[in-house]
């Protein structure tokens, strides 16, 4: 925006925040708090998005470590996921509004930042009415298991589904997406001190069955069969264990045995998922059944703790340790 000071026309600036960094290394390291000027107009074809709030995600550590499939030109402004509110809108742009709450429309556009100018393509609208925390953890791992759970094995109620790694974000999704399309869901996590509490909260999610992988082996081994997909996060001898649930023609997710049963193999990468050219109203389908389960409370979203951008290198560590609760970068209510 322009303004008149003595008869002078001057450009009108924001003073914008971001987290960037110039080298792969140690998260706590190399990732560096800036303060920019941005334009308050973004060019034409562009919008200007206040970004409000953003989780950290193992992509995000494995992006700032160099170890993730993506990477952005460096220095490049650091986070995958987050969500954000349309200020204004430059020339041209017909696909938001302003006031619109939108995602990134693929990942490595660096989120963790108070303000950005995206290209009209770079952003994807979403409902304004869901609560922050779901909406800045919409794009990853609810749509992960959305995905896993419908585009490999056409699966019907009363269908049964074998997952490891249950206690994760994307198991505790899977295992929720099932409970409301009534398909069974058998859980597998590691034993541990707290094994009942984990069991209590999972069940909670509407798990079937949660047992640790030793019980898989032993006392449930041949009781669990004719599963129709088996997601691995684990790998390993695990593997073998979830393969041996499967029924003929069964599906596994994305390593495992490459005989026996007709068994297939399906790597699976939500990031790509997104770009792929025409997903565009699948994306609205998927975004509005899952907006829908999260406004009418039948879908949980994961714990959180709350920090600010100035407390980046306490949250990273946080983050790369405490598996139980996500840390949420909130730049702005």
Same mark, same amino acid.
């Given at each position: 925006?322009? #303004?008149?000071?003595?008869?002078?026309?001057?450009?009108?600036?924001?003073?914008?925040? @971001?987290?960037?960094?110039?080298?792969? $290394?140690?998260? /706590?390291?190399?990732?560096?708090?800036? &303060?920019?000027?941005?334009?308050?107009?973004?060019?034409?074809?562009?919008?200007?998005?206040?970004?409000l709030a953003a989780p950290i995600n193992p992509a995000d550590l494995n992006t700032l470590q160099?170890?993730?499939?993506?990477?952005?030109?460096?220095?490049?402004?650091?986070?995958?996921?987050?969500?954000?509110? %349309?200020?204004?809108?430059?020339?041209?742009?017909?696909?938001?509004?302003?006031?619109?709450?939108?995602?990134?429309?693929?990942?490595? @556009?660096?989120?963790?930042?108070?303000? $950005?100018?995206?290209?009209?393509?770079?952003?994807?609208?979403?409902?304004?009415?869901?609560?922050?925390?779901?909406?800045? /953890?919409?794009? %990853?791992?609810?749509? &992960?298991?959305?995905?896993?759970?419908?585009?490999?094995?056409?699966?019907?109620?009363?269908? &049964?589904?074998?997952?490891?790694?249950?206690?994760?974000?994307?198991?505790?999704?899977?295992?929720?997406?099932?409970?409301?399309?009534?398909?069974? #869901?058998?859980?597998?996590?590691?034993?541990?001190?707290? !094994?009942?509490?984990?069991?209590?909260? !999972?069940?909670?999610?509407?798990?079937?069955?949660?047992?640790?992988?030793?019980?898989?082996?032993?006392?449930?081994? $041949?009781?669990?069969?004719?599963? =129709?997909?088996?997601?691995?996060?684990?790998? $390993?001898?695990? &593997?073998?264990?979830?393969?041996?649930?499967?029924?003929? =023609?069964?599906?596994?997710?994305?390593?495992?045995?490459?005989?026996?049963?007709?068994?297939? !193999?399906?790597?699976?990468?939500?990031?790509?998922?997104?770009?792929?050219?025409?997903?565009?109203?699948?994306?609205?389908?998927?975004?509005?059944?899952?907006?829908?389960?999260?406004? *009418?409370?039948?879908?949980?979203?994961? *714990?959180?703790?709350?920090? =600010?951008?100035?407390?980046?290198?306490?949250?990273?560590?946080?983050?790369?340790? @405490?598996?139980?609760?996500?840390?949420?970068?909130?730049? *702005?209510?």
């Amino acid at each position: 925006m322009l #303004s008149l000071r003595n008869g002078i026309i001057s450009a009108r600036w924001i003073c914008a925040k @971001q987290l960037v960094y110039s080298e792969y $290394g140690d998260p /706590t390291k190399v990732l560096k708090l800036q &303060t920019i000027e941005l334009p308050d107009k973004p060019p034409a074809g562009h919008v200007h998005v206040k970004w409000l709030a953003a989780p950290i995600n193992p992509a995000d550590l494995n992006t700032l470590q160099g170890v993730y499939p993506i990477k952005p030109p460096l220095p490049a402004v650091a986070g995958n996921e987050g969500y954000g509110r %349309v200020e204004q809108v430059g020339e041209g742009v017909t696909a938001v509004r302003v006031g619109d709450h939108v995602l990134p429309a693929k990942a490595g @556009q660096g989120i963790w930042r108070t303000d $950005g100018h995206h290209k009209e393509n770079e952003v994807f609208p979403i409902d304004n009415e869901l609560p922050q925390e779901a909406s800045a /953890t919409l794009q %990853v791992n609810p749509p &992960t298991a959305y995905r896993m759970l419908k585009d490999f094995v056409d699966l019907k109620p009363g269908d &049964t589904i074998i997952q490891n790694g249950a206690n994760s974000a994307v198991g505790k999704a899977v295992i929720q997406i099932c409970r409301l399309r009534g398909i069974h #869901s058998v859980n597998i996590v590691r034993k541990r001190d707290n !094994l009942s509490d984990l069991v209590k909260e !999972l069940k909670e999610l509407g798990a079937d069955e949660v047992i640790t992988e030793e019980q898989l082996a032993k006392e449930y081994r $041949g009781k669990i069969k004719d599963v =129709r997909l088996a997601l691995n996060c684990v790998g $390993g001898k695990s &593997t073998l264990f979830l393969a041996a649930t499967l029924g003929f =023609r069964g599906c596994m997710i994305p390593t495992g045995p490459l005989i026996f049963k007709d068994i297939r !193999l399906a790597g699976y990468w939500m990031s790509r998922w997104y770009e792929q050219p025409g997903n565009t109203e699948e994306r609205k389908r998927m975004y509005a059944e899952l907006g829908g389960w999260i406004k *009418s409370e039948e879908f949980r979203t994961p *714990s959180f703790e709350k920090r =600010r951008l100035e407390e980046h290198a306490a949250a990273i560590e946080a983050a790369a340790v @405490q598996f139980d609760k996500k840390q949420l970068f909130v730049m *702005s209510e």
